[in-house]
């Protein structure tokens, strides 16, 4: 079945560092690829998405571009703020029984440090 | 208006209580979900509502009951729920089920 393998953390970074986050993806078609970011104590947000090969998503500094032959939608930022500490996760849509399934990374912890 | 809601935000409930969470959206989407999430783990899909019909259940315990009684409401029912049932239920919408999805803030959860 589809499924998504990220780094898992936790990560602490000092302010202002590169940033990171590796995601690859197995799954059958053409997915749609997308990046959650979860901050302590509340739901996810949805920070960017890619929804076919080469395709380049894009928020708040964050990147990360869809690539059909390595399966992998690596999450970039060139400089981490104090604000950016959360939970963040890949995921992919899944197609079942004519519905469309989130398919969740399990989750990388980030620390960002002044 | 561009968000999920979910109430309560906090919920304690005793093993033999019967209890609802309820969430909403005025976002005209026709797909609505709900996860369950544990502490460090992502989210994990329960059901799904497409065009108010669920369109998927995760296998899910019958102690679980969801009901979609509009297309801008959502609510999950529980019953006779286990200490391990405690854990972090969010809400999602989505224009259709092959869009993204909208969270909502989640109703914390403990069964006692």
């Known amino acids: 079945g589809n499924s998504v393998t990220q780094m898992e953390g936790p990560v602490t970074l000092s302010e202002e560092a590169f940033l990171t986050i590796n995601c690859t993806y197995t799954a059958t078609g053409y997915p749609s690829l997308f990046w959650y970011v979860q901050y302590p104590g509340e739901g996810l947000q949805l920070l960017l998405k890619a929804t076919k090969a080469d395709d380049k998503g894009s928020n708040k500094g964050f990147e990360a571009t869809y690539r059909k032959e390595t399966t992998s939608f690596h999450l970039e930022k060139g400089s981490v703020q104090v604000s950016d500490s959360a939970v963040y996760f890949c995921a992919l849509d899944s197609a079942q029984g004519g519905s469309e399934k989130l398919v969740f990374g399990k989750g990388m912890k980030l620390t960002v440090n002044p | 208006d561009t968000e999920v809601t979910q109430t309560p935000k906090h919920l304690v409930m005793g093993m033999t209580n019967k209890k609802s969470l309820k969430c909403e959206q005025h976002?005209?989407?026709?797909?609505m979900y709900w996860y369950k999430q544990k502490a460090k783990k992502p989210p994990e899909l329960m059901f799904v509502?497409?065009?108010?019909?669920?369109?998927i259940n995760e296998s899910v315990p019958s102690r679980f009951s969801p009901e979609c009684p509009n297309s801008s409401l959502l609510n999950l029912h529980l019953h006779a729920l286990q200490p391990e049932d405690s854990a972090l239920y969010l809400c999602a919408s989505s224009l259709q089920d092959s869009y993204e999805q909208y969270f909502g803030p989640g109703t914390r959860l403990t069964v006692t």
């Open positions: 976002m005209g989407h026709r797909a």
């Open positions: 509502y497409s065009y108010e019909k669920l369109s």
